[in-house]
Each structure stands twice: as C-alpha cells, then as structure tokens.
C-alpha cells in the first residue's frame, strides 16, 4: 500500500511539473517549478541510467519499460521489485 500511495504521489509531482511548461504558474514559483523539474529530470535520470548499466541485454530485452518505470517512480519501483522478490 505505502509503494502504491508513493508512485501515485511521485506520478502527481511529475504532472504538477510538466503543466509548469504548458500553463506558466505566476513568476517567482515559475522559476522554482522549473528548477525542480530539471533537479527531478536528473536526479531520476541518474537512477535509470544506473539500473541500465547494471541489467544483462536479456534483463532489457525481457522488460523493455524497466528503465522508464525506474525514471517515473524512482525508488519506489525499486521497492516495488524488491517487494515481489520476497514473494516469490
């Protein structure tokens, strides 16, 4: 439930950010909009470029969204994968 609540909540900041660029919000939280959504963009793209490098060509070719999952949610995917690898 708490990886859940958490990609839906990463999912939201992701949209509050992006509408940012289609609908400027008043002037001084344009700006810090913007600054979050490129310190967010990189900080995610850090963590899929990670995953990326550690996965096998067959880890990519078996889940071909992984990488872009992991740049959406961000840890809580991470925690997603860890949850169904104790299941199992």
């Known amino acids: 439930m708490f990886i859940i609540i958490g990609k839906i909540v990463y999912l939201l ?8 660029l289609v609908f400027p919000y008043p002037k001084p939280a344009n700006v810090v909009a913007y600054i979050a959504l490129a310190s967010f963009a990189i900080v995610h793209g850090l963590q899929a470029w990670l995953l990326s490098s550690t996965l096998s060509s ?3 070719q078996q889940d071909r969204f992984k990488v872009l ?4 949610f961000g ?6 994968w860890k949850q ?5």
């Open 13 to 20: 900041i992701w949209l509050f950010l992006l509408f940012n």
């Open 58 to 60: 067959q880890e990519k």
């Open 69 to 72: 999952r992991m740049f959406i």
């Open 75 to 80: 840890v809580f995917e991470v925690l997603s």
């Open 84 to 88: 169904k690898n104790t299941k199992s």
